[in-house]
């Protein structure tokens, strides 16, 4: 008889609740972390609010998201005082409802960097509206053939979400008119989304973080039935630096090279009807003189005559 076969069985990261307070708002956010990015919130006072400004942007796509109805912490105070709850029992998840389960999974840093580049190297195929489960599909097998286990449907909501952050802080960009927050993979996105043929954006990341820049990675996603976990986000402040004097300068001087650009044209353009004015000129005078000789030729004649 054959011996039998050993099962591996893969057991669920470890993972914590996380409840931020928006104090502006007097909501309460509910997030799961790993125990490395949870100490990190505890830690770090930008990372608590970057996850609070993530937890606003998606509280459409949760429940997470009540009405303060006892004391809790808000992510503006010291990070020492941000709750956390540590949750190992995997048997009894939170109660949310299954829409809201359904749209959440994990995804680190690494494996949004992979899917962003499989979307680039597929994105001639999405422009068939026809095809795109398909192409969901390829992009799923091809993740897999790299270790990254994420079915086509978790795949197109993560690309989704991607997609709805970045909108969100383009359109921001936009009204304000301000270089206003720094989305982690903004650039690459930008690449792909807002020119054509796709420029390919070298990504870099930086661990620090500045209260005046936004890292994110939009880890609210579909296609797990499993326990509710985001991590990995480096989101910071939403307030919108003041534009820089150099940036200023530069408006400025674009104003003054447009003018002067202007007068040059003018200027040539007077000159140029100048010149006609003066040619228009010598053209009547020699008019002028073949008309009195034609006089003087007419006045020999009758003298003749």
């Known amino acids: 008889m054959e011996a039998p076969k050993q099962i591996k069985i893969k057991m669920p990261k470890p993972h ?105 190297d597929h994105l001639e195929d999405f422009k068939n509206a026809k095809r795109r489960k398909k192409v969901w599909e390829k992009i799923s097998t091809a993740l897999k053939e790299t270790g990254i286990s994420h079915d086509a449907g978790r795949c197109e909501v993560k690309w989704k979400n991607l997609l709805r952050t970045y909108k ?76 820089s004097f150099k940036e200023r300068r530069n408006k400025v001087n674009e104003l003054i090279n447009l003018k002067i650009d202007y007068y040059k044209k003018k200027k040539v353009d007077a000159e140029k009807k100048d010149v006609l004015k003066a040619e228009k000129f010598e053209l009547q005078k020699k008019l002028v003189a073949i008309e009195e000789k034609k006089v003087a030729i007419l006045e020999d004649y009758l003298k003749k005559a």
Not at 170 to 198: A, M, N, Q
């Open 168 to 243: 969100s802080i383009k359109d921001t960009k936009k009204k304000t008119g301000r270089g206003t927050v720094k989305f982690l993979y903004f650039d690459r996105l930008d690449g792909i989304l807002s020119e054509r043929p796709v420029m390919n954006c070298t990504h870099t990341f930086s661990s620090t973080s500045r209260n005046s820049e936004i890292s994110e990675e939009s880890n609210n996603d579909v296609g797990d039935n499993s326990t509710v976990q985001i991590s990995h986000q480096t989101v910071e402040a939403v307030v919108p630096p003041i534009k």
């Open 16 to 120: 914590e609740k996380v409840i931020l307070h928006d104090a502006v708002n007097n909501m309460e956010y509910s997030v799961y972390l790993s125990y490395e990015d949870a100490e990190k919130c505890k830690n770090d006072l930008a990372f608590a609010n970057s996850l609070l400004f993530h937890a606003k942007c998606t509280k459409s796509y949760s429940n997470a998201a009540q009405p303060v109805q006892q004391q809790a912490y808000s992510a503006q105070q010291s990070p020492e005082d941000i709750d956390v709850e540590h949750d190992n029992d995997y048997n009894n998840p939170p109660v949310e409802s299954e829409e809201s389960v359904q749209e959440k999974t994990h995804w680190t840093h690494n494996e949004t960097l992979a899917l962003i580049s499989a979307y680039e």
